[in-house]
Structure formats: structure tokens, C-alpha cells
């Protein structure tokens, strides 16, 4: 692909398809997957852009950045989860409403 328009067309879709499951997923981990298909599309976009666009950006060191961002994300959310699923044995986020307070 020679051309920017093709990875803008995917990011935007994979980005909408990430946002579409952190709205409807009532499940955590659900959630957690939507956040992360939402970070790919960033990283996508960065990457295109530094190929196409600006040679002087650093998409792909932004882009590493990122992805070790989304890895500490995931797993402080997993804990969370985990500890909230040993606690109520449930991961839908409808039915927790300890941390409103």
C-alpha cells in the first residue's frame, strides 16, 4: 500500500469497533479488549502518518510507548477485575457500584 488513505480507512474502523464494544459490553474483560482495539488504532495512525506524512516524527518510538502503556493498563485492570470478581463473583460492571464513593 502506497498511499495513507487504506491504514486511515482501518484505523478508523478497528477504532469504531473498539469504541462500539467499551459502550455496549457490560463484561470487564470485554471492556478491557475495547480499550485495547481503541490503542491499536492510535498506534496504527502514528505509524501511517510517520511513514506518510512527517518523516520527523517518531511514530513507531510513540507508537512502542503505547503498546507498554496498554501492557501496564491491562494488567492493573486484570487485577482490579480479578479482585473484584473474588469479591462479588461477577465481572459485569453493571452490577458493581462499590467505587462510586
Known amino acids: 500500500m502506497n498511499s495513507l488513505l487504506p491504514y486511515l480507512i482501518t484505523a478508523g474502523i478497528v477504532f469504531s469497533l473498539g469504541i462500539f464494544t467499551i459502550i455496549y459490553k457490560k463484561n470487564a474483560v470485554g471492556i478491557l479488549m475495547g480499550v485495547e482495539l481503541v490503542l491499536n488504532s492510535v498506534n496504527l495512525n502514528f505509524i501511517a502518518f510517520a511513514r506518510f506524512v512527517d ?33 462479588r463473583t461477577t465481572v459485569d460492571v453493571t452490577q458493581m457500584n462499590e467505587m462510586k464513593n
Not at 59 to 85: K, R, S, T, V
Open 55 to 87: 518523516h520527523q516524527l517518531n511514530g513507531q518510538m510513540i507508537a512502542i510507548f503505547i503498546i507498554i502503556l496498554a501492557a501496564a493498563e491491562a494488567a492493573i485492570a486484570l487485577a482490579i477485575i480479578l479482585n473484584l470478581y473474588r469479591l
